[in-house]
């Protein structure tokens, strides 16, 4: 391919080399993907920041996964999700004005700084920060945010809850997308595909290509979910409870269509079109409807099949789980 090499302030043809690059995290040695160009006239390398990120961030984030830490993208989903601003989150935890701004944009945080956040993002106890700082908020805010964590207090015990503590103990990692499993995410993300109806093995796909696109543009996937190579393409792990808990709740019902002969399907229709905005960032909805556009007329078949060229689908076997590394090379 062809660029403008900065040493020769020309245009030259260059060779882009991948290889990979040990950098130091607090002592401990990680191993990250690096893409380069060299340029074949004067034999200079130089990076290109369309080429695959900044190879400390991915650093930080692979220190982070290793050590269980929170990524920059659940700080700033929690924030966003309770109605806090930056400024506000500090001043519940105690910290200087500028610091969640600094970790939201990828510096890594301390060991301590990470217990306090992590504690913060349980309700009970960002209810006694809230009770214990008046100041930090608002009177009509401080009312209004109470009255939602006591709410997710009392679901402690619901599916969600119950499914992640048996399924989702699983560290934010590339098998995940640097996300932890975010089960209400999972089925609003179904809900939103069976609109109109589906069935379940298109569903499936339309989650792998939602999480792993995300994970492409934005070095995160949407719900933190793990997918494994199956017979008929990638699906995310022990989703027949996800579908089932849903029909058994009403949020969808079972349509048996014909199939051949002697074959009767099952076709998902949402019953209640739940507000997506309420729990996706703009750039996750933006993902989720651009896939379900792409693959609108594709049917169970035609998306199994397409999927079945993804190289994450095809230097797997039956059962291995498919890293989201593999996202740089999907087909969409």
């Known amino acids: 391919m062809r660029t403008i ?55 930080y984030m692979e220190y982070r996964s290793r050590h269980g830490m929170i990524q920059p993208a659940e700080f700033k989903e929690f924030r966003k999700r309770h109605g806090l601003t930056q400024a506000e989150f500090n001043t519940l935890l105690g910290w200087g004005k500028v610091t969640v701004n600094r970790y939201e944009s990828g510096a890594l945080q301390d060991e ?4 306090e956040a992590r504690l913060a993002m349980d309700p009970r106890n960002l209810i006694n920060l809230i009770e214990e700082t008046p100041s930090a908020l608002s009177d009509q805010k401080r009312a209004r945010l109470l009255e939602t964590l006591r709410r997710e207090e009392e679901e402690t ?11 989702g103990k699983y560290e934010a990692s590339e098998l995940s997308g ?27 796909k339309l989650l792998f290509y939602a999480d792993f696109s995300h994970f492409k543009e934005n070095t995160t996937s949407i719900t933190g ?7 008929h393409g990638p699906v995310p792990d022990n989703y027949e409870l996800y579908f089932a808990h849903l ?56 998306i199994r099949d397409f999927s079945h060229r993804e190289k994450g689908y095809q230097e797997t076997t039956d059962g291995q789980p498919i890293s989201y590394e593999y996202a740089d090379a999907l087909q969409i």
């Open 5 to 59: 090499c900065p040493y020769c302030e020309d245009v030259k043809d260059v060779e882009v080399v991948d290889t990979t690059e040990n950098i130091k995290v607090k002592g401990e040695l990680i191993e990250v993907p690096v893409t380069y160009y060299k340029c074949s006239a004067c034999s200079g390398t130089f990076d290109d920041p369309k080429t695959g990120g900044d190879p400390l961030e991915r650093a």
């Open 112 to 115: 301590a700084h990470d217990k």
């Open 157 to 167: 015990f619901s599916f969600e809850r119950i499914f992640e503590e048996r399924f």
């Open 178 to 204: 640097y996300r932890r499993l975010n089960v209400p995410r999972v089925l609003k993300a179904i809900l939103f595909f069976c609109k109109g109806g589906d069935f379940k093995t298109k569903v499936n």
């Open 225 to 231: 979910a793990h997918y494994a190579h199956a017979t």
């Open 247 to 302: 029909v058994e709740n009403g949020s969808l019902k079972v349509e048996e269509v014909p199939c051949g002969s002697d074959h009767i399907a099952e076709r998902l229709i949402t019953v209640n079109m739940p507000d997506l905005f309420s729990l996706f960032s703009e750039s996750d909805v933006k993902t989720l409807i651009s896939v379900k556009e792409f693959f609108r007329d594709y049917t169970a078949t035609a």
